[in-house]
């Protein structure tokens, strides 16, 4: 059973940084698509970004391309997001998602899809303030 616990969120004025970390723990041997979901008051939970451990490929939205960065641990049993020039609008629970993959496929031919992801962790909070 694999077990997904965040860490990391806060608040921080606008343009800031902060760093999310995901603790990974009772994966079985295999691929995996881990990816950050973000969720703001009243809106879908919609996956903002992805890293594909079985070759380190990554995916973002548009939204988040170019200020956020996802990264896996040395390790590979924690994931990261490095959030930079943060925006009210990134305000949110943050979720760490994780699904099986195969070696080779791709996490994000379909996009990020709620429905797709199996495992989920508590989510932390990030505040942005203007």
């Keep these: ?26 994966y079985t041997a295999g691929y995996y698509c881990m990816s950050w979901f973000r969720q703001a008051p009243g809106k879908l939970r919609e996956g903002i970004a992805v890293v594909n451990t079985g070759g380190g490929g990554t995916y973002y939205v548009d939204t988040v391309k170019g200020r956020f960065t996802i990264s896996q641990g040395n390790a590979k049993n924690t994931l990261y ?50």
Excluded: H, I, K, N
């Excluded at 694999?2 to 603790?23: F, H, I, T």
């Design 81 to 130: 997001l490095q959030m930079t020039m943060l925006r009210p609008e990134d305000t949110a629970m943050y979720y760490c998602a994780a699904r099986p993959v195969l070696y080779g496929g791709s996490c994000s031919r379909l996009g990020l899809r709620e429905a797709d992801f199996g495992y989920w962790g508590q989510g932390t909070q990030v505040t942005v303030s203007s």
């Design 1 to 26: 059973q694999v077990q997904l616990v965040e860490s990391g969120g806060g608040s921080v004025q606008a343009g800031g940084s902060l760093r999310l970390s995901c603790a990974a723990s009772g």
